[in-house]
């Protein structure tokens, strides 16, 4: 699985979009990009994922560049309970692979 | 749908004993579940990956004769941390996939272990 470059941590205003960059420079043309988020001592919660394409859901945006070298997620309206650790995983999909975690960012949303 | 549930959510346990650890998929069939072990402010690492009837694999570095993992249903997985040290103390995570939902990952809210 291609490797990810997140910054360590990023601060982010109630209210406003938290936009939450990951490089992914080696990614392969068959490898999904996928963003999961980690509240504090709880298991991780699935937000969005995407191969090339930008995608919405209810959660958040995913905006993939188009050499699909880097993603940014974006939480429209931030809360204070967006407050976690956020995780960028690259990983080629088939069934019942595994799934690895880097060090993530840690967004703190402040009021 | 996909929950999956741990218990118990914290455990502390002496040194030496053994303590078990389990994973249920609550409205779906898992077809594999996965252990992870998470250190204060360290990411997820995954210690092994199990399917249903079958031997666990275990990522390197973890030792299978202490990390017994028992995934006898399509809906339960168990891990027994066995002799636990003070080491051994750590957030424990499983996840589950589901062939009909895949490359998707379901996660327990974890369980906590404390070995004094």
């Known amino acids: 699985d291609a490797k990810t470059t997140q910054p360590t941590s990023m601060d982010c205003a109630e209210g406003r979009a938290a936009n939450l960059p990951c490089n992914h420079s080696?990614?392969?043309?068959?490898?999904?990009v996928y963003w999961y988020r980690q509240i504090h001592s709880q298991g991780p919660q699935y937000i969005i994922h995407?191969?090339?394409n930008n995608e919405t859901n209810e959660m958040a945006s995913l905006i993939i560049t188009e050499d699909r070298k880097s993603s940014t997620l974006i939480l429209p309206h931030a809360t204070l309970r967006d407050t976690a650790v956020y995780y960028c995983?690259?990983?080629?999909?088939?069934?019942?692979?595994?799934?690895?975690f880097g060090a993530g960012t840690r967004l703190t949303v402040k009021p | 749908g996909a929950v999956v549930s741990q218990h118990p959510s914290w455990v502390i346990c002496k040194s030496g004993t053994s303590v078990k650890i389990e994973c249920r998929s609550l409205?779906?069939?898992?077809?594999?579940m996965f252990w992870y072990r998470q250190f204060p402010k360290q990411s997820l690492m995954l210690m092994a990956t199990s399917n249903e009837g079958s031997k666990a694999t275990y990522e390197q570095g973890v030792e299978k004769d202490k990390f017994l993992i028992n995934h006898a249903s399509l809906t339960l997985s168990t891990l027994t941390v066995t002799s636990a040290h003070p080491e051994d103390s750590s957030f424990y995570i499983c996840?589950?996939?589901?062939?009909?939902?895949?490359?998707?990952?379901?996660f327990g809210p974890g369980t906590r272990l404390t070995v004094l």
């Open positions: 995407g191969l090339k």
């Open positions: 080696t990614i392969s043309g068959n490898e999904y």
């Open positions: 996840s589950a996939s589901r062939w009909d939902r895949v490359g998707e990952q379901f």
């Open positions: 409205d779906f069939q898992a077809t594999t």
């Open positions: 995983i690259v990983r080629v999909v088939y069934n019942n692979n595994d799934m690895r």
